[in-house]
């Protein structure tokens, strides 16, 4: 039941459903033009209070921003941000100065995660009104790990394999391929290959683990979209959220499917 061999165009296949699914973390974010009143603990209030029966912990984070510049002394710029949680920890929505972003480690389907992307965007455009959209993006990472990394070579398609297809793919430290493509709606960041134990090419979305795994990594995303508006968000999302399956589907064969419980 192999897919459309151009992945890019046209209608996404039919979901198959996996009763397994390799996906360990799937990601919606937008970002706007800074709103800094969003720094403040009482400005995220209100926030706070709208998403509190769904999502009831809240973790208030700091990171810094390094800057240099050999004309000047470096520079530490601290960086706030709110991240609230379930009370099992499976799903995240974390509001910035120049963000908000919906995640799930515990992804189900794709209306479920587009109706509570929408909340979260819908609570941000009446409390907050951003300006604008710098970028919108969707991201569906998913790894698999020993015993199906043996048979890799009959789980993926061979324009997809590279170094994994040949014996170098023992001694390889870090083997990871990336492309861009573009489609009528946006961007398609693909990124895969071998990670070793340990290792991770973004450890914010991707945990390092114990043992070598392959990933799949599928960020769609457009920029300088001229409104914030919550309905239109979550329409072209979803249409990311399509052309991602399509390319997912393009890419893994059906013994893929079937080792995952897929019907095919």
Same mark, same amino acid.
């Given at each position: 039941?192999?897919?459309a061999?151009?992945p890019?165009i046209?209608?996404?296949?039919a979901?198959?459903?996996?009763?397994?699914? /390799?996906?360990?973390?799937?990601?919606a974010q937008?970002?706007?033009?800074?709103?800094?009143?969003?720094?403040?603990?009482?400005?995220?209030?209100?926030?706070?209070t709208?998403?509190?029966?769904?999502?009831?912990?809240l973790?208030p984070?700091?990171?810094y921003?390094?800057?240099?510049?050999?004309?000047?002394? !470096?520079?530490?710029?601290?960086i706030?941000?709110?991240?609230?949680?379930?009370?099992?920890n499976?799903?995240?929505?974390?509001l910035?100065?120049?963000f908000?972003?919906?995640?799930?480690?515990?992804?189900?389907n794709?209306?479920?995660?587009?109706?509570?992307?929408?909340?979260?965007l819908?609570?941000?455009?009446?409390?907050?009104?951003?300006?604008?959209?710098?970028r919108?993006?969707?991201?569906?990472?998913?790894?698999?790990?020993d015993?199906?990394?043996?048979?890799l070579p009959t789980l993926?398609?061979?324009?997809v394999?590279?170094?994994?297809?040949?014996?170098?793919?023992?001694?390889?430290?870090?083997?990871?391929?990336?492309?861009?493509?573009?489609?009528?709606?946006?961007?398609?960041?693909?990124?895969?290959?071998?990670l070793?134990p340990?290792?991770?090419v973004? /450890?914010?979305?991707?945990?390092?683990?114990?043992?070598?795994s392959?990933?799949?990594?599928?960020?769609?995303?457009?920029?300088?979209?001229?409104?914030?508006?919550?309905?239109?968000? !979550?329409a072209?999302?979803?249409?990311?959220t399509?052309?991602?399956y399509?390319?997912?589907?393009?890419?893994?064969?059906?013994?893929?499917?079937?080792?995952?419980?897929?019907?095919?």
């Amino acid at each position: 039941m192999r897919t459309a061999e151009n992945p890019l165009i046209g209608a996404p296949p039919a979901d198959v459903p996996l009763a397994h699914p /390799p996906l360990i973390r799937v990601i919606a974010q937008v970002r706007f033009p800074p709103l800094l009143s969003l720094a403040s603990q009482d400005s995220i209030a209100p926030f706070q209070t709208r998403l509190l029966e769904r999502y009831p912990i809240l973790r208030p984070e700091v990171t810094y921003n390094v800057v240099l510049d050999e004309r000047a002394p !470096v520079e530490s710029k601290q960086i706030k941000y709110w991240r609230f949680l379930d009370k099992d920890n499976n799903w995240a929505v974390t509001l910035g100065t120049d963000f908000i972003s919906i995640e799930t480690t515990r992804y189900t389907n794709r209306k479920d995660f587009l109706e509570r992307f929408h909340d979260v965007l819908a609570t941000c455009q009446e409390l907050y009104s951003p300006a604008a959209v710098d970028r919108l993006g969707i991201r569906y990472i998913n790894r698999i790990t020993d015993p199906l990394l043996q048979d890799l070579p009959t789980l993926v398609r061979p324009e997809v394999l590279g170094i994994a297809a040949t014996p170098l793919v023992h001694h390889a430290e870090h083997a990871m391929t990336q492309n861009v493509f573009q489609f009528d709606d946006g961007f398609l960041g693909a990124r895969w290959g071998i990670l070793p134990p340990q290792r991770s090419v973004d /450890p914010a979305a991707i945990d390092p683990i114990d043992r070598r795994s392959w990933v799949l990594d599928l960020d769609a995303y457009s920029t300088q979209i001229p409104t914030f508006e919550a309905q239109e968000a !979550v329409a072209k999302a979803q249409r990311f959220t399509e052309r991602i399956y399509a390319f997912f589907r393009w890419t893994v064969t059906d013994e893929f499917l079937r080792r995952h419980g897929g019907a095919v």
